[in-house]
């Protein structure tokens, strides 16, 4: 399929863009905020690419109005950003700001006078230093700190918001945070990532549990982000390391908010969870049921067999040495990954709703007479899009595609190099300016024309 508009998707079909505090806030320690692990990490040699930091970043925390009319100037409906659990509580626990609290009550009208839905998500991967002090996700008294913010901030904006997000990928933060240390707080190994992991996935249903219990009639829905794992042959050892990475890269959360436990059955060394970190009636803690699930899908995996590599014994094939498209970052573009992925969590029994909640890629943009022509972002949303629909067609129940991401940001332990953007940011002077993938969308969304001039989305794209 190439061709496709956005009625093809359905009238309730929802269309958004998505960003997330410490990428693009910047104003660090303005009005009352407390200190993240990102803040921290970040000020740390060595950490991020490029060295830079994200404490002026897009600037969001002022420009959010300019940001907000751009997403509504490209059509979408939906604008999902997070919120920065420092802002509001700068310790972690306690005193709350009411700043912050103020700060997140702009946005929020600012959208809902926009036309844009919000969709808030509760963690966005910065946590409070201060808990962080205390041990961070390896500490359970950070489960109760987080259910109380999630609390607190139903009641604060409960009556606006109806739609919420528990985690963002909860995978990715704690693998690359407390597995690899290459992300905040810069932890590695078992011991790190297997408390962090089980503190999580409680937190991710206490964090639910509290969301329903203070904004009644809230939509509560969580993020996992997942990749298609692919056996590099079809020899009995890559087929087991394929199953490992499986069982970490895309069931590791979302099977024990099922009520399924983890996938110790693939990958028997999360049996350690239940020995060492799990208390008494944690299995019953663990199973929340959403009412929608968010996928956040950007490559699939070649895995193959490796007994070098501790505990998983798998190693990735990158894609540059497979000779598939590639993101300016090296990540394969694959419309079938993301077809597949759909395919594997729609199976799931306790799945009845699934929203993509992010998608997008990055590319070596440069802003030239005052416009940046992405194709190749284009081409990719086509991609990720026709394999979106081609799944809904087959029966797989997505009610809606966010793209990654508004305006170019902080993109973690990259920094600025890598740009996500629909539209393009001049760190220097914060300008905006919409790339061609904005102004695509802006006729993908437009409102349908009479059917003989019906907008085609790569129609759109070539012109
Ligand atoms: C996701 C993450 C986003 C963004 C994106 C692109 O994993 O949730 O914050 O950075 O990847 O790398």
């Known amino acids: 399929m ?49 060295g830079t930091h994200a404490r002026h970043a897009c600037n969001f925390f002022e420009l959010y109005a300019e940001d907000i009319a751009l997403a509504k100037q490209m059509g979408f409906t939906v604008f999902r950003f997070s ?57 359970r008294g950070t489960v109760f700190a987080f259910e109380a913010f999630a609390a607190l901030c139903a009641r604060a904006y409960g009556h606006k918001v109806k739609n919420w997000l528990v985690l963002n990928e909860p995978f990715g933060f704690t693998s690359l945070g407390y597995m690899l240390g290459v992300h905040a707080p810069g932890k590695f190994g078992l011991s790190y990532f297997l408390p962090a992991v089980h503190h999580v996935a409680l937190a991710q249903a206490e964090g639910g549990r509290a969301l329903r219990a203070e904004a009644p009639g809230a939509r509560v829905g969580t993020t996992y982000s997942c990749s298609q794992i692919i056996p590099y042959t079809t020899n009995n050892n890559d087929l087991q390391a394929a199953r490992r990475a499986d069982a970490l890269f895309n069931r590791l959360f979302i099977e024990p908010s099922l009520g399924m436990g983890y996938p110790a059955d693939a990958f028997p060394l999360l049996k350690r969870i239940e020995r060492r970190y799990a208390l008494w009636r944690d299995w019953e803690k663990l199973p929340f049921h959403f009412d929608f699930i968010g996928l956040q899908n950007y490559f699939p995996l070649v895995v193959r067999y490796n007994a070098f590599m501790p505990y998983v014994q798998a190693s990735e094939v990158k894609a540059r040495y497979r000779q598939v498209p590639l993101t300016g970052l090296g990540w394969e573009i694959s419309g079938q990954g993301m077809y597949s992925i759909l395919q594997q969590f729609a199976a799931y029994k306790g799945v009845k709703e699934i929203m993509v909640t992010e998608s997008g890629a990055a590319f070596d943009d440069v802003l030239r007479n005052g416009e940046v022509k992405d194709d190749e972002r284009i081409r990719y949303f086509q991609e990720y899009l026709s394999a979106v629909l081609l799944a809904k067609r087959s029966g797989v129940p997505v009610s809606g595609y966010f793209a990654w991401t508004l305006t170019d940001n902080f993109e973690w332990a990259e920094g600025y190099k890598a740009r996500f953007g629909l539209v393009h940011v001049d760190f220097d002077t914060q300008r905006r300016t919409m790339k061609d993938s904005g102004k695509w969308f802006r006729e993908l969304l437009a409102q349908p024309a009479p059917q003989s001039a019906k907008r085609r989305g790569p129609e759109a794209a070539s012109r």
């Open 83 to 139: 919120l920065s659990w420092c802002r509001i509580i700068p310790n972690g626990t306690g005193a709350v700001n009411q700043a912050g609290i103020d700060f997140y009550h702009r946005v929020i009208d600012a959208c809902l006078a926009a036309g844009l839905e919000p969709y808030v998500t509760l963690y966005h991967w910065d946590l409070p230093q201060a808990l962080e002090q205390k041990g961070g996700w390896c500490h």
């Open 2 to 50: 190439d061709q496709f508009s956005s009625s093809d998707f359905g009238a309730a079909f929802k269309w958004g863009v998505a960003i997330s505090a410490f990428q693009n806030e910047g104003a660090h320690d303005a009005q009352g905020k407390g200190m993240s692990v990102w803040d921290a990490f970040t000020a740390r040699k060595g950490k991020i690419k490029d």
